[in-house]
């Protein structure tokens, strides 16, 4: 099926835990722009796993921003580093963020916990937008609706 394959895909490459590991590690990987269509990059807590039924996941959601192609590498390194710096009010809410590389654009997903928890949602989403100078619309999808609804879930919150 889909699901184990893509399950199957997914390798632990690098644990950090301070910011000198991250950027030893940010130094020595390619950046989104580098990467072959269809590649996906994780970035996430130590022990939550980039799955829907991942424990901590389940609950939660996603902000998801677009970019034209091999445009997201700023904003992908922002959005790391505003992660590890600890930059956001709501921060324990986020599991990790994405970057998924396509042929026609570039998506990076920020993944939260608690996705019925609007207050901090919102907050999120508008940060991660003022880190990054993101003008465009963004939109939050419960992981519970993408699972039943693939690409036809709805954003339920959106800045």
């Known amino acids: 099926s889909k699901q184990v394959a893509w399950g199957s895909s997914i390798r632990p490459i690098y644990t950090f835990s301070t910011?000198?590991?991250?950027?030893?590690?940010?130094n020595n990987i390619h950046r989104p722009s580098r990467l072959a269509a269809g590649a996906d990059l994780h970035c996430f807590k130590n022990r939550i796993e980039p799955k829907w039924e991942d424990p901590v996941c389940a609950g939660g959601g996603k902000w998801t921003m677009t970019f034209p192609k091999s445009k997201s590498d700023t904003c992908w390194l922002y959005t790391l580093l505003a992660m590890i710096g600890e930059q956001f009010d709501h921060g324990d809410e986020?599991?990790?963020?994405?970057?998924?590389?396509r042929s026609r654009q570039e998506k990076i997903a920020l993944w939260t916990k608690n996705a019925a928890n609007e207050?901090?949602?919102m907050s999120i989403g508008k940060q991660w937008k003022e880190f990054l100078d993101y003008n465009d619309m963004i939109g939050f999808?419960?992981?519970?609706?993408?699972?039943?609804?693939d690409r036809g879930a709805k954003n339920k919150y959106t800045t």
């Open 119 to 121: 207050p901090a949602q």
């Open 94 to 101: 986020i599991c990790g963020a994405v970057v998924n590389v």
């Open 141 to 149: 999808i419960f992981h519970e609706d993408a699972k039943k609804l």
């Open 19 to 26: 910011v000198e590991e991250f950027w030893s590690l940010y």
